[in-house]
């Protein structure tokens, strides 16, 4: 199964705005890209759509960026998949007209069940926490 970019993405920052919680200035778009590699715009379009759901603020100016929204540290990579459209999954396959194509949809069905569920134990806090502990680690390395 394939993990939609716009769903890493997302992850990756919410994951890196989590992180960052406490700093006195809001996280500047660039730090983003250039930690990770994604394409600007494509950034940009992901962080309204989490700005819209009210998990991201922003601040205008040359020293604005932006912040996670308090209080989300048990918000699930499911959640976050979902709202940024990456959480289906499954069999798209309109003809299953045969023994064959049902008994192969049941597998997909049940792949993403499990895609979900994994998803689903998942939450940001745990992943900010881990992305910390690397940090931390690197400093000694």
């Given at each position: 199964?394939?993990?939609?970019?716009?769903v890493h993405y997302a992850a990756l920052a919410m994951m890196e705005l989590a992180a960052a919680d406490g700093r006195p200035e809001p996280m500047a778009i660039r730090e983003i890209v250039s930690r990770h590699a994604i394409p600007q715009p494509f950034l940009v379009q992901i962080?309204?759509?989490?700005?819209?759901?009210?998990?991201?603020?922003s601040t205008r100016g040359s020293s604005?960026?932006?912040?996670?929204?308090?209080?989300?540290?048990?918000?699930?990579l499911l959640e976050i998949a979902e709202v940024v459209g990456g959480a289906d999954g499954g069999c798209s396959a309109e003809s299953l007209a045969n023994r064959?194509?049902?008994?192969?949809?049941?597998?997909?069905?049940?792949a993403t069940r499990a895609y979900r569920d994994v998803l689903a134990s998942v939450t940001l806090g745990e992943l900010a926490a881990s992305a910390r502990d690397c940090e931390s680690a690197m400093f000694y390395i």
């Open positions: 199964m394939q993990i939609p970019a716009r962080l309204q759509q989490l700005k819209t759901v009210g998990w991201v603020t604005g960026g932006y912040r996670l929204a308090p209080g989300l540290g048990g918000l699930t064959s194509s049902n008994q192969l949809k049941r597998v997909w069905d049940d």
